[in-house]
């Protein structure tokens, strides 16, 4: 069965540092495209981050420069290395995976969520 599980959340400074890591249990993740979303209180969810099945990756506006998704297939583990954090970065972050592989806005199976908060 297909699970996603995410780690690494809490609460930094401004300006501070989080690795978010999402560990993907299952047979199919290396063929599918992960993603990082999040969702602030009273705001839609949206895609921070995502890379596809042979490496490509597409990141939300607000986090270029400052975030860095990457993945180890080996491993099954996909990782959100979050840089210069602001308060608006506050949110519920969720790992999720779609089966298609390639960039998507479809996604399948999703984590329960790590929550990150930016305050000073």
């Known amino acids: 069965q297909e699970q996603l599980v995410e780690t690494g959340g809490g609460l930094v400074q401004p300006g501070g540092s989080l690795r978010l890591s999402c560990a993907a249990s299952?047979?199919?993740?290396?063929?599918?495209?992960m993603g990082w979303y999040r969702q602030a209180p009273g705001k839609q969810r949206e895609l921070v981050a995502q890379?596809?099945?042979?490496?490509?990756?597409n990141y939300a506006d607000s986090v270029k420069g400052r975030f860095t998704l990457s993945r180890d297939n080996a491993k099954n583990m996909v990782y959100l290395q979050m840089n210069s954090l602001k308060p608006e970065d506050t949110a519920v972050y969720y790992c999720?995976?779609?089966?298609?592989?390639?960039?998507?806005?479809?996604?399948?199976?999703w984590g329960p969520g790590t929550q990150v908060t930016v305050s000073s």
């Open positions: 999720a995976a779609s089966a298609y592989g390639g960039i998507s806005t479809k996604y399948d199976y």
């Open positions: 890379v596809t099945n042979d490496g490509r990756t």
């Open positions: 299952g047979s199919i993740f290396s063929r599918c495209t």
